[in-house]
Structures are given as C-alpha cells and as structure tokens.
C-alpha cells in the first residue's frame, strides 16, 4: 500500500514537465535542425586549426597531437617554411595534416598535446562545416579531414591563454622566427 | 688479467679493470649518471659538468691501515666537493653517491645554465624525443631560470646556419660539450670543427673549405647531446618516434656497415648506424647515411623493357623472361653453351650471386660467368673471425696499394684507432700519397709496378736480420727453416739487396731499413693490399706473411660491397671459360651471342670503355638486370628491373668475410595505378634467376631466400689458410716515362658520382669537378696553376680536367679518379701497356677564386658576426 504514494508523486512530476514544456518556457527539446542548443565553452566538437592575427597557421607540424593521440586518428607531414612565402611562423609548418574522425573519439588530448594552440576541438559536432559543405559520406577516405577543411580564420578559435599569449609574442616578433 | 679494483656507487658494489672511469663502472650496473659530453668511445674532459657525484675515499691511519668504524666498517672521508664521474678514476674502496639531494641541486644549477641560452623549441626540434637534453630538463630543471636574461648571447642568433651540405647548426641550442669536435679530432683524424670564441659566446664552426671537409661528418649528428647539429636531410621529415627503425646493413661499400634504416608510410627517412663493435662501433660513413637516398627514387625502373623495333619498351615479366629464355635457348642449340657470357656484380646479395651462378654455370652450362671486368685478387685464405679486434691489436700494420679513405670508410676509422689511440706502426706504401699517410709511422711512396721488387727488399732485410743476430730472432728462422717453398724463396731474394730494391721502388734506403726493422720485431704483423695490384704481389705478401707464420693476418680490401660474397658464390669464369674482360673481347669478335649483365656496367668498371662500348653495339642480345635505366640500358635488348638491398632478405659478405643479414625494408618498388593498385613491381634478383632457371627447364625448388641462403652458408671458402713461400721476381721494367710525359696513375674515390649519386640529392652536390693531381714542381714547369683547365691526353684519347697542384703525387706522375662524374678515365688508359703516358696542356686560367655558394657561411662568430647584447626576450607565456 505505500506504493500508491509514491506512483502518484511520481505522474505528479511527470505531469509537471509535460505541463511545462507544452505551455511554458521550460522546453527541453529543440527542433533540430532549425534550433540548435548553445554548447558549453569547453565543449569537444570537431577540430579547428588556428590562425594568428596576420593569417600565418599557428600548426608548426610538430606532431605532439599524433604523438599524444590515442585513437591515433592525426597524420602530419611536415616542411620547412620558405621565408618569403611562409605558412606558419618559424621555421617548420604542416605540409600534411589530416585527422580521420571515424577514428577520433573526441577526446582532446590532441588540443592539450598542442604547443602552440592550433588544433582545437571546436562547437562544431555535424562534421560538416558552417557553409554545408555537402560531402559525399560513401567512402572511408571521405573521413579524413584535411588541413583545407580545418583551418578557420583569425580569431574563430576556442577562447584560451595559450593561443593568446603566443597572439601576443608574434605580436612582438614580426620576424616570426622565435614563436617556434 | 689486468688489475681490478671495487668500488660502491649508491650503495651496490662493482669490480672493474684499473683506470676505469666511475661513470662506466656506474652503466655497468645500471646506474644512468646524466651525461652530456662523457663519451664511451672519446676521451673523458669532464666540459659540461653534469655528471657530478659525491666521491669518497677509505680514511688511512698514520701508519697506512685502513681507518675503520667501531662495528669494522672502514671510515671514509668524502671529498669537499663534488667530483665530475665521468673523468674520476675508479679505485679501491672509493665510495660514490650519484643521486644524493645535494647532488640533484647542482644539477639543476648546471642545467639552469646550459639552457641559459636554449630556445626550447623542442617542438620543432628534429631531436626531439632522442634528445639527452630534453630527458634531463624533464628529470632535473625547474620551470625557471635565473640567468636566461643575464646571459643570453647566443639565444638570438640566426638559427639554421649552414654548417655544410648535410649538417645544419642551430648555435642557441648548443652546450659547448665538444663531443662534435672529439669526434672529428680523435675518431675520424679530420680536425675540421672547432670551438671558437669565448665564455658565454663560444660556439661551433667549421674551419675546412669545403666546410666540414670529413667522411664521417654526419656522426656528429648522433653524438650531439641535442638539437644543436641536426641532418638537413632529415630536416622536419619526420618525428623520431614516428618512424619504423628496421636493421639492415649497407651495401654501399666493402665494409658491411651495420645501419637502420628508418621508414615511414614506405618513404626512406634517414639512415642511422647500428652499433656493431665487430664491425663499424656507432659510427657510419656519410656516403652511408646520405647516399642510400637513390632507393626510394621515382626514377627506379618498376617494370621490365623489351626492345621492340629498335625500342625499349614496358612489358611484362612473363613476356621478358620467355624472351630471354628463348634466346638463350636459341643461342646454346646453334653454337653451344660457349656462346653464352654471365657478368655479375658485387652489388648482388650473396643470394642473388649463388643463383646467378647456379642458373648460368649448371642450367645454361657456360663456363663464361664472372663477377667483374678488371682481373682482381682476393684474399688467400680467411681472415680471423674477430677481425677488427685484432688489427686494432697489431703493432705493425703495413697497407700497400690501397686508401681506405676513399675505399673502405670502417676500416679507415679502425686504422686511424690501431695507429693514433693503440699507436701501432703503420707503414703506408702508394704510389701516390693517401690521407692515411699523415697517422703512418712510414709512408713509403713507391714507383708504380715495383710492388714485388719493393716487398723482396723487405724480405731481404728481415731474413739478413735474422742471420745477423740469429738469437733475437728464433721465431723468425723456426718460422721459415723446413717450410715448403722456403730454401727457394731465400735463393730468390738474392738480387734485392737494399740498395736496389730501394732504387727499384724509388723510396730511400733508410725508409726501406727501417721498415723492415720494425717488420722483423712485430708481434703482429697485418699486411692489408689493395684488391687491384697483381697477383705475383700477392704472392709476395703471402711470403712476409709466412715469415710470421700467420697466412690469416694477409686481407684484400675490397671496396665494393659484396666482392667476396659473389666470388665465394661461384660467379668466376669455370674451366676453360672467359672472364669479364675475356667476354667483351669475344662479344666484338662474335664469338659470344648472349650477354647477360647483373648489377653491374662495364661501361663504368670495365679497363676498356671503347672495347666496353663497342661490344655491347655488337652483341646480339644484352640482357641487363639493374635498378635505373642509364647509358647501359641503351644498348640492351631487354632491361630486367633489380630490387635493391633494402627490397629483400638475404645475406652479404663484407670485405673481411664476415656474413651478415640483410633485412627487408621496403617492399620491392612497385607502379601504381590511380586507386592504388599494383600494376608491377621490380623483383629481387635471386628470384628473377630463380624464375629463369625453372623456365630453362630446371627447378630448384627453392621458393624462399632462406633456401638460397642455406646452399650459400654450406659453400666452402675460397682457398684453405696455408703459410707456404713462393718466390716471385720482379718483372717489370722500371717505368721511364718519355720525354714531356707523365704516367697516369688513377684510384678511387668515395664520392665519384657514380651510378648512384644523381639519385641521392645531397651527396651530388659535394661530388668534386673532375680533376688532375699534378705535382707542384711539374706544374710548374709547364705553367700550370691550381684550378686552372687542363687536357690530360695519351695515345688513346684526352679528357679535359681540373688541375689540382699538390704534392700528393711524385714528379713524373700525375693522379686521376677512375671514374668521376663523366670523365671516365677508361677512355684514355691503355690496357695493353704497363702504364699509360700522357701529356698536359693548359686550355685555361684558372677561374677567379669563387665565392662560396650562397648558403654556405663560412666566416666564424669569432670572425665578427654582430651579436645584438640588448634584444629583449620574449617572456614565455
Ligand atoms: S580528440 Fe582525441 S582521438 Fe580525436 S584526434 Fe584528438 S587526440 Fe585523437
Ligand atoms: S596541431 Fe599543434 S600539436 Fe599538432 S602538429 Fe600542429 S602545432 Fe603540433
Ligand atoms: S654542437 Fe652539439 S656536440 Fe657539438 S659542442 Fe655543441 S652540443 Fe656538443
Ligand atoms: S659528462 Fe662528465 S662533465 Fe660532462
């Protein structure tokens, strides 16, 4: 018999919500696609490479995100800057760089490996990017992002002191070579 | 038994020899003292100061007992300050604290000021991940610094300067701790790097025009504690951890230099040694570490050519290989298994030579097979088992018509060790002068082809030595008196009195005494000889060698990779057959239908280049096995793409016998359509012959290497060890060279642009310009200044060349490379003569002394690159 108590209190709360999300402001669900939910600031969506003020990759090739990767989804080639057509300050860029997301398991460690606040695990979760990139999803190959697809511009980066202090030093070294 | 001492490190006993240092009685018992400039294989000299340690020793009463606690436990008294380990001798009792807290406190100031000046740019460091540094700021620093401001004159110089064509400086991120410039100094005997300038601004550079002028420059490289001189080969290819590190050894030269070959996604990365102490220690010569790049070479043939209407063209093995055997078929049933020719090459596997042979002497049946175009010797007998370890225990070594230098890099460095660090007496005897001649106790420079006339000299002086003071030399005469051969050698000396035999060779006679003084007293004797000097030279040695009575102690230095393998294998001409150069005579005249070449061209190697070239226009049909497509394959009527060393499994024979394995690093070379698939791939020779045989109607069975690998181990050596004399007399008139000539004398050279090196990127850029060495006083004569153009022209032909004035050459002689980009020196030499004259002629000033290529810096900081004292640095964030 103390059961009754307790079914009741229970349909009360459900009562309460569909009550609530049906005629008030307390909605829990969006309408997806149309709306979508605001992400928190330390959210893991798909990556992002970072830009410096003046355009120039902040990527340096280094590799540390593969290294530190542990579903081993990063591919990097490396190569050396040629000072009058840099990609990236310093001496060494990213010719190659490639995450295969089927593999990743958005886990970040690749953001925190990052010396130089490149890569970022960004708001974006629909692996497509904002203009809708229409992809062909048929193959396994079609997976492998690329340098191209992750790169974003100056300034659309996750907020964080790493990429804003180094901002800051390329600032003060115009000739790029010691930021790496 | 040497004397032995015990000391305590951190509480564990070890026992090692006297003199040891503490830091390797620590490595011996797993204690890692963090090093920096300590060495194993260089002299201790305790720069860098992170090895410190407390060290005590037993406290002595007055009356020199042992001071000892009340429990009997000896007092000790540990000295005030700490001691660097690496430069502290080991010794009795002694006490050695390696870890205490005052310890790690002076490390962390000794690091806090080595990185002083440091970028820690590990990131982009190619030694990041294999870098001393980096373990010991992990192990040790602090996340702070209270001199990088202070002293920091380095950290803002230009990174990247340019040391050479392979080595890359990056002068902030050096520790001063001189293991580059030891190297050079002490292992490789080319001072060439040095440290200039003082206190917080000293730093490396190179002192030699061109810079880093040494063939083993890239061991500075590994040695480097970190990232201060790195490969620009290697140059931001690829992270050291990401790469597969797979053994294999290089058949690059004569030495079997052990390496790994570090490979990623099936791309050649870099090239590191392996450390073999039986063999080449840690060390690798550049041509090793920069000149295997021509593997992995879009250029390399994938897939057999065929001509069809007087061109080459793709086809597919089946059609290529029915083709061969048709012809060869065809051949053997019209005119015989005579008209049928095999040359192969040292740069075949063990393997690869062993089924060569066997297809061609047994299946074909022809006894023309051979292994080379120029008639060389090999090496009597076998040489001891743990080669290196004796000749570096040698107190005389005598080395006669050969330069390691230029031949055989592992065994330059060991000699360079025999005679600096063990100071054996080397007797350096060339024609000409080799670098080696600058450690040789004696360098005898004789005339070219008094070889023979030379070594009885010798003979006779130790022989006269013996009968002399015939006590001292019992082992002498015990060695000699009853031996076969011995009463008709002694006989045979006769007319070699000093005197002669000196004039003969054209040294003095007291040189000649006074290596036949040290000779006679050697405990061991090594006589190592050039593989290209006559057989009666040969026999000659033989001789001195029995005087000791060792025949083991007698080497033939080959410089090609696997020469011994490929002779052992069975590829020299059979009863009654042709050798190499035999072949080609019998390819002009008609005689030989079918010429079957394997790695190897005679254009390239053969005495002859025109008959080389007009045999091969004759031929009825040239198969030619071989990795890229080049002047050879044009005269071939099929083209057989080859799997290099590091495509397949096998075996190879270095120059002193030693069979080591070869491990398969890439898959063999293959063509690809668009998707990725395979539509041919070039194939390992044995497996071509293999093929070959099966389609000539005989099936080995042998689908695996290791099968051929088995046949190959169960081989007997060449020729039995025998002590037996031989009497040789000098045959060859003394050469007069005409009036206004000079005799040609020629040798090899490591970087000679060969076959290989338009392949290999940075290796063609420090091939030299063709030149002549000409002696200072000749060229003077003629008006020849250094660097200016000349034409060296003898009966047969000119080549126009560099000259290059020295005294590396006698009066009357000049030296040339024998093979040197495209000047071939083939061309001009005269195979039927003793020697070749030639004359000289200037065509043109010397050039106006060139600049150096833009990217070379070749002023020092010490000469006066401004280094700003005020930048400010950058806080890291
Ligand atoms: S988020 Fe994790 S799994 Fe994905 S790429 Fe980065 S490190 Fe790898
Ligand atoms: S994203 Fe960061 S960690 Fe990865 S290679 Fe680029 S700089 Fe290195
Ligand atoms: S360059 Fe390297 S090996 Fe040479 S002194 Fe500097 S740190 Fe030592
Ligand atoms: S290792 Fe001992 S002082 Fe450098």
Known sequence: MKLVPAIVKGMGRTLKHAIGTTFGDESITVSYPEQEKPRPRRFRGRHILNRYENGLEKCIGCSLCAAACPADAIWVEAAENDPQNRVSPGERYAARYEINMLRCIFCGYCEEACPTGAVQLGYDYKLIDEEGRQHNWQDRDDFIFTKEMMLVDPGKGKPDPLSEALDERLKQNPNHDRVW | MPDLVTVTIDEQKVTVPKGSLVIEAATQIGIDVPRFCYHPKLSAVGMCRMCLGEVGMPKMNPDRTPALNEDGTPQIAMMPKPQTLCT????????????????????????EFLLANHPLDCPICDKGGECMLQDQTMAYAQGHSRVQDLYHLRRDLDKDYLLSEFITLDRERCIQCARCTRFLDE??????????????????????????????????????????????????????????????????????????????????????????????????????????????????????????????????????????????????????????????????????????????????GTPNVDAGWTPTITTPGKPPATFYEELEGADVILVLGANPNEELCSLDLRLKKAAFQRKAHLINCNPYKTPLDRLARQSLIYNEGSEVALLNGLAKLVHQSWTAEPAQTEALRNNVEGRAGATAWIDSLGPYSSNRAAELAGISEPDLRAAATAIAGSERLFLLVGEDVSPAVLSTLQNLAALKGRSDYLVVLHPEPNAVGVRRAGLAPREGGLDGQGMLDATFKGNLKVLYIAANNPLHWAADYDLAQRALQTAEFVVVQTLFENELTEHADVVLPAASFMEQDGTTTNFHGKVQNLKQVFRPRERRDDDGNTLSACAPDWIIFTKLAQLLGKDFGYTRVGDWTQQFKALPALTPNEVRFTPVTYEASPAVAPEGTFQLLTGNLLYDGGESFPYCDRLNRVVPEPFVYINRADARKLGIENLALVEVKSARGAVQVRAKLGREVKAGTVWMPRRLRAVQVNRIIE???????????????????????????????????????????AVVP
Request: aromatic share 4%; glycine share 6%; net charge negative.
């Open chain 2, 831 to 873: 195979v039927d003569k003793p020697y070749t004259a030639v004359t000289l002629t200037k065509l043109q000033d010397a050039p106006p002394k060139e600049t150096l290529p833009a990217d070379m810096h070749a002023v020092g900081v010490g000469e006066g690159t401004p280094v700003d004292m005020n930048i400010s640095t």
């Open chain 2, 88 to 111: 502290t001798q080991a010794a009795e009792g002694m006490v050695v604290l390696s870890e205490t807290p005052a310890v790690v406190k002076m490390r962390q100031a000794v690091l």
């Open chain 2, 187 to 364: 292992v490789a005997q080319d001072p060439v790097l040095e440290l200039v300038a003082r206190g917080s601004r000293t730093m490396i550079d190179t002192m030699s025009d061109p810079p880093v002028d040494s063939k083993y420059s890239g061991n500075t490289i590994d040695i480097c504690p970190v990232g201060a001189l790195t490969s620009r080969a290697f140059r931001f290819r690829s992270r050291v951890w990401e790469v597969k590190n797979v053994p294999t050894v290089s058949m690059i030269d004569g030495s079997g230099t052990n390496i790994f070959v570090s490979q990623r996604n099936e791309t050649l990365i870099r090239v590191i040694p392996r450390d073999n102490e039986a063999i080449n220690e840690c060390w690798i010569s550049d041509r090793d570490r920069f000149g295997l790049e021509y593997i992995d070479n879009d250029a390399r043939l994938t897939y057999p050519l065929v001509r069809r209407d007087g061109k080459l063209e793709p086809a597919t093995w089946d059609e290529a290989l029915q083709l061969v055997t048709d012809k060869i078929k065809a051949a053997k049933e019209q005119r015989g298994a005579n008209s049928i020719g095999a040359v192969g090459g040292p740069k075949l596997t063990n393997e690869g030579a062993l089924s060569m042979a066997r297809l061609f002497g047994d299946v074909v």
